[in-house]
């Protein structure tokens, strides 16, 4: 297994963003919450007990708890921190959930996902611990998020420095993450992207959102060598010169998929054929676009 990320970097960066507060930067997070909720509200059943994993803010918790289909929800975070002194949440790292097996009908991950550095072994610790029958619903930012920022990056970083490091986390493709659940074991796996076009007045409050994000780059390869000033304004300028609309604002993609797989139980439907489906699920998909100042 490939380790990518430094954990203990991680978690500094996401305790700097609940420190920071800032409930603007959070739109990313609101909208992966109100979409989990939507998709659990059309599904024909009632979940007794649910956990969410590592939702910073606990907004998702709250919308799914909105929708009447969810009777309790336990939140597991990184620290006692993000998390409500009444008893009903548990404290556990990204990546060893310390879940009981066969202990809840409904696992919610909004957002934490991708900086797993065993992402198999985790979606497996999350099917174990599904009830038969139980579901699992994530979201996660995928290729393409943050696409400009790394072309910028990498264009300013060769320029001024004469070669390029990782600055920006790579991102899955939605056709990996499908065959991550079936790897996982979950039955009847379905995967989709929806597409989000964030415009910002320059760089700057770009790069201030994703420190508030706790988004901030956690890789163990990353370049130990501080950018300058100089670095930021070059930066800043190819961003305008590659990336800007006609009023002069940039734009900032991020794609996020969204995910689901049962736990298998002998009464689920079985998957059709391979190329039996009549709908393409390019005709699905929406885009977005938001403005961010």
Do not use: C
């Not at 990313?28 to 998709?39: C, F, G, M, V, Y």
């Not at 390869?221 to 930021?232: A, C, K």
């Amino acid at each position: 297994m490939d380790i990518l990320f430094d954990p203990a970097l991680i978690e500094r960066h996401r305790h700097r963003a609940w420190r920071f507060g800032d409930r603007q930067a959070h739109f990313l997070l609101d909208i992966a919450a109100t979409e989990i909720a939507e998709r659990i509200a059309i599904v024909e059943r009632h979940f007794d007990s649910a956990i969410e994993l590592h939702g910073a803010t606990g907004i998702t918790a709250r919308r799914v708890l909105e929708t009447g289909k969810v009777g309790s929800i336990t939140r597991i975070e990184t620290s006692r921190d993000f998390l409500p002194d009444d008893g009903t949440a548990k404290v556990a790292s990204l990546e060893d959930l310390a879940l009981e097996p066969a202990s809840s009908n409904l696992v919610i991950s909004p957002l934490s996902l991708h900086l797993t550095n065993d992402t198999p072994g985790t979606l497996i610790q999350i099917r174990k611990a599904l009830k038969p029958d139980g579901l699992f619903l994530a979201a996660l930012p995928g290729s393409g998020t943050l696409q400009e920022l790394r072309d910028v990056l990498l264009a300013t970083e060769a320029e001024l420095l004469g070669g390029a490091s990782p600055r920006v986390i790579p991102f899955a493709d939605v056709r990996d993450i499908g065959a991550l659940l079936q790897r996982a074991g979950f039955a009847l796996p379905v995967t989709d992207t929806e597409t989000y076009t964030v415009r910002y007045d320059s760089i700057f409050p770009l790069m201030r959102d994703l420190r508030a994000m706790g988004m901030a780059n956690p890789l163990l390869g990353r370049s130990r060598t501080p950018l300058t000033r100089l670095f930021f304004m070059r930066a800043a300028e190819i961003y305008a010169q590659r990336y800007s609309d006609a009023d002069g604002r940039i734009r900032a993609t991020f794609s996020i998929i969204y995910m689901s797989g049962w736990a298998p139980h002998e009464s689920q439907q079985k998957p059709l054929k391979p190329g039996s489906a009549n709908v393409r699920l390019a005709d699905v998909l929406k885009g977005k676009n938001l403005d961010q100042s």
